[in-house]
Protein backbone atom coordinates (compact mmCIF):
# COMPACT_ATOMS: atom_id res chain seq x y z
CA UNK A 1 0.00 0.00 0.00
CA UNK A 2 1.46 3.53 -0.85
CA UNK A 3 0.40 6.55 1.02
CA UNK A 4 0.01 9.73 -0.56
CA UNK A 5 0.15 12.96 1.56
CA UNK A 6 -0.61 15.96 -0.51
CA UNK A 7 0.07 19.63 1.43
CA UNK A 8 0.88 23.26 -0.12
CA UNK A 9 -2.93 24.62 -1.12
CA UNK A 10 -4.53 27.76 0.41
CA UNK A 11 -6.35 30.55 -0.91
CA UNK A 12 -4.49 33.04 -3.16
CA UNK A 13 -5.32 35.76 -5.39
CA UNK A 14 -6.02 35.42 -8.95
CA UNK A 15 -2.27 36.12 -10.61
CA UNK A 16 -0.37 34.36 -7.74
CA UNK A 17 1.46 31.00 -7.47
CA UNK A 18 1.35 28.19 -4.91
CA UNK A 19 3.67 25.38 -4.72
CA UNK A 20 1.77 21.51 -3.89
CA UNK A 21 3.52 18.75 -2.31
CA UNK A 22 2.83 14.83 -2.10
CA UNK A 23 4.96 12.99 -0.43
CA UNK A 24 5.23 9.12 0.50
CA UNK A 25 7.53 7.27 2.49
CA UNK A 26 7.38 4.31 -0.16
CA UNK A 27 11.52 4.04 -1.11
CA UNK A 28 10.31 2.59 -4.16
CA UNK A 29 8.97 6.20 -5.41
CA UNK A 30 11.76 6.40 -8.38
CA UNK A 31 9.32 3.18 -10.14
CA UNK A 32 5.91 5.11 -9.72
CA UNK A 33 4.49 7.70 -12.59
CA UNK A 34 2.91 10.40 -10.67
CA UNK A 35 -0.13 12.41 -11.67
CA UNK A 36 -1.98 15.67 -10.53
CA UNK A 37 -5.90 15.99 -11.00
CA UNK A 38 -7.97 18.06 -9.46
CA UNK A 39 -11.84 18.13 -8.72
CA UNK A 40 -14.35 21.38 -8.62
CA UNK A 41 -17.54 21.22 -7.05
CA UNK A 42 -20.41 19.91 -9.46
CA UNK A 43 -17.75 18.84 -11.81
CA UNK A 44 -15.86 15.74 -12.78
CA UNK A 45 -12.06 14.99 -11.95
CA UNK A 46 -9.93 16.41 -14.06
CA UNK A 47 -6.27 15.60 -15.02
CA UNK A 48 -3.95 18.75 -14.78
CA UNK A 49 -0.25 17.34 -15.35
CA UNK A 50 1.89 13.49 -14.99
CA UNK A 51 5.28 12.67 -15.53
CA UNK A 52 6.76 9.15 -16.08
CA UNK A 53 8.26 7.51 -13.56
CA UNK A 54 11.27 5.94 -15.95
CA UNK A 55 12.16 9.19 -18.46
CA UNK A 56 10.19 12.11 -16.59
CA UNK A 57 8.92 12.78 -19.35
CA UNK A 58 5.60 15.14 -18.77
CA UNK A 59 2.16 15.27 -20.31
CA UNK A 60 0.09 18.69 -19.04
CA UNK A 61 -3.45 19.66 -19.72
CA UNK A 62 -4.20 22.23 -22.00
CA UNK A 63 -5.72 24.73 -19.94
CA UNK A 64 -2.61 24.88 -17.58
CA UNK A 65 0.47 24.33 -19.97
CA UNK A 66 2.70 27.02 -19.68
CA UNK A 67 1.19 28.09 -15.49
CA UNK A 68 2.11 24.52 -14.35
CA UNK A 69 5.05 22.41 -13.60
CA UNK A 70 5.06 19.27 -12.63
CA UNK A 71 8.58 17.60 -10.74
CA UNK A 72 9.55 15.33 -8.28
CA UNK A 73 12.64 14.69 -5.95
CA UNK A 74 13.48 10.82 -5.77
CA UNK A 75 15.63 11.35 -2.59
CA UNK A 76 12.89 13.12 -0.77
CA UNK A 77 9.69 10.76 -2.28
CA UNK A 78 8.09 13.70 -3.25
CA UNK A 79 6.41 15.01 -5.93
CA UNK A 80 5.61 18.49 -6.69
CA UNK A 81 2.81 20.66 -8.70
CA UNK A 82 3.65 24.35 -9.16
CA UNK A 83 1.28 26.54 -10.04
CA UNK A 84 2.17 30.25 -11.40
CA UNK A 85 -0.49 32.86 -12.80
CA UNK A 86 -3.10 31.22 -10.85
CA UNK A 87 -6.95 31.95 -12.27
CA UNK A 88 -10.29 31.68 -10.23
CA UNK A 89 -11.04 28.88 -12.08
CA UNK A 90 -8.54 26.82 -11.05
CA UNK A 91 -10.33 26.92 -7.98
CA UNK A 92 -10.56 23.03 -6.70
CA UNK A 93 -9.31 19.60 -4.60
CA UNK A 94 -6.06 18.57 -5.60
CA UNK A 95 -5.21 15.08 -5.93
CA UNK A 96 -1.72 13.30 -6.63
CA UNK A 97 -1.79 9.38 -7.83
CA UNK A 98 0.76 6.95 -8.20
CA UNK A 99 1.17 4.27 -10.84
CA UNK A 100 3.54 1.62 -9.99
CA UNK A 101 6.19 1.10 -13.45
CA UNK A 102 3.08 2.54 -15.97
CA UNK A 103 2.60 5.77 -17.63
CA UNK A 104 -0.48 6.74 -16.40
CA UNK A 105 -0.83 9.71 -18.33
CA UNK A 106 -4.15 11.89 -18.35
CA UNK A 107 -6.25 8.63 -17.25
CA UNK A 108 -7.00 8.42 -13.59
CA UNK A 109 -8.08 4.59 -14.01
CA UNK A 110 -4.45 4.52 -14.52
CA UNK A 111 -3.60 5.16 -11.31
CA UNK A 112 -3.51 2.93 -8.26
CA UNK A 113 -2.73 5.32 -5.33
CA UNK A 114 -4.64 8.34 -4.62
CA UNK A 115 -3.78 11.10 -1.91
CA UNK A 116 -6.39 12.77 0.18
CA UNK A 117 -6.46 15.73 -1.79
CA UNK A 118 -5.45 19.66 -1.10
CA UNK A 119 -8.09 22.26 -1.65
CA UNK A 120 -7.06 25.39 -3.61
CA UNK A 121 -8.87 28.44 -4.01
CA UNK A 122 -8.01 31.19 -6.35
CA UNK A 123 -9.80 34.69 -5.47
CA UNK A 124 -10.77 37.18 -8.42
Known amino acids: QVQLVESGGGLVQAGGSLRLSCATS????????MGWFRQAPGNEREFVAA????????DYADSVKGRFTISRDNAKNTVYLQMNSLKPEDTAVYYC?????????????????WGQGTQVTVSS
Open 97 to 113: AAALKFWGGSLSRSYDY
Open 26 to 33: RRTFGSYS
Open 51 to 58: MNWNDAST
